[in-house]
């Protein structure tokens, strides 16, 4: 539980810091490292299909903020240049050391290999093709069992690689005069 707590902390953090910082590219990474830490605390609470979407998304999201800044951004001082590279490297660095502690925390906490981590598991796989029919069981518990969640998913992908598509097409859409 401590854990939580600390993603917590971190994630306040890395909020307050966005909203002071003067930089927008610092701006910016603070706001990933508050979307990678909700991503670890959804491990943490036991929802590994949310944390990957989490990630994705993040991902995407960074990407996009980021060439975005780059393409609009006036070009720095050589001093504020050399400043922004070295907070930048410190929390970077303080974002690795982070999320290596909690991964390997994690790993410690993962059931032995072949057993299953949810209870749910066991059901699924002693009665997984009674319930559904389906010849494979990894296809029926993510179409038959979990379909809205794997829906809800695809859902959100779907709109991230949408949003992606249109912020970095290369031309603009045309207006057309009624």
């Known amino acids: 539980m401590v854990e939580i707590y600390l993603l917590s902390i971190l994630m306040i953090l890395g909020a307050i810091l966005a909203i002071w910082v003067p930089n927008l590219m610092a701006a910016v990474i603070s706001m990933g490292i508050v979307g990678y830490s909700l991503a670890l605390s959804f ?19 960074l990407v996009i903020l980021i060439a975005a ?6 070009k720095d001082t050589p001093d504020e240049k050399k400043l922004s590279r070295i907070v930048l490297y410190m929390g970077s660095a303080a974002f690795f050391v982070v999320f290596l502690l ?42 038959n069992i979990r379909g ?22 290369k031309t603009g859409r ?3 005069k009624l």
Do not use: H, W
């Not at 491990?43 to 999201?61: C, H, K, N, R, Y």
């Not at 906490?109 to 057993?115: A, D, I, K």
């Not at 809205?148 to 097409?169: K, Q, S």
């Open 43 to 61: 491990m943490f609470f036991g929802a590994p299909d949310l944390a990957i979407v989490q990630i994705v998304v993040e991902t995407m999201s």
């Open 69 to 74: 800044i780059i393409k609009t951004i006036e």
């Open 102 to 143: 909690i991964s390997i925390k994690v790993c410690y906490q993962l059931p032995p290999f072949g057993n299953p981590a949810l209870r749910m598991a066991s059901d699924y796989i002693t009665s997984g093709f009674e319930k559904t029919g389906a010849p494979n069981l990894v296809a029926a518990v993510i179409l």
């Open 148 to 169: 809205y969640d794997t829906l809800g998913e695809v859902t959100v992908l779907f709109a991230a690689v949408v949003g992606l598509v249109v912020v970095l097409r």
């Open 174 to 176: 045309k207006n057309k």
